[in-house]
């Protein structure tokens, strides 16, 4: 478990860093736009090329911190068992759904692979985004496993 906190938290950082890179190439693009009349050449596609990293890199600590929107028409109604009960059932089909996205994005970047596509400006390879997105998913529904195991232990331990 503590593995899979550090790899969430490692996984967060990078979230956070491509995120302060997106503002901030953001804002110098405007400014020097605006300015100068002279924007940064390959601002969209690396600020394209980062939302990935933010998005699958920022998930796994989400889902550990239990922080993601939940829905509780039924919470209120049961209590003890069986909430926890729903909260498992709801835990395993969160991760089947991670897995099954999971392999669905394989394809994809195996054909961006095998392509060669690559941003337009920037000339990165599609591949190295694909590979970033499949990283992120690793750790997306090792954190979910996680979350799963948790739900299961406090189910047993009646906390």
Request: net charge positive; hydrophobic share 60%.
């Amino acid at each position: 478990m503590r593995l899979i906190i550090r790899i969430a938290n490692l996984q967060l950082m990078l979230a956070m860093l491509a995120l302060l890179v997106m503002g901030m190439v953001t804002a110098c693009d405007v400014f020097l736009k605006y300015v100068f009349g002279r924007p940064i050449i390959g601002a969209y596609d690396l600020v394209e090329s980062l939302l990935p990293v933010v998005i699958f890199h920022g998930l796994p600590a989400t889902l550990l911190r239990r922080q993601t929107i939940v829905i509780d028409l039924i919470d209120h109604f049961v209590e003890g068992r069986a909430r926890r009960a729903l909260i498992a059932i709801s835990d395993a089909v969160v991760l089947v759904v991670l897995i099954v996205i999971t392999w669905a994005l394989v394809a994809p970047a195996r054909q961006a692979l095998e392509y060669g596509d690559r941003k337009i400006e920037l000339g990165l390879p599609l591949a190295v985004i694909w590979r970033l997105v499949i990283a992120g998913m690793v750790g997306v529904v090792l954190a979910a496993m996680a979350g799963f195991v948790m739900s299961d232990r406090c189910r047993d331990t009646g906390r």
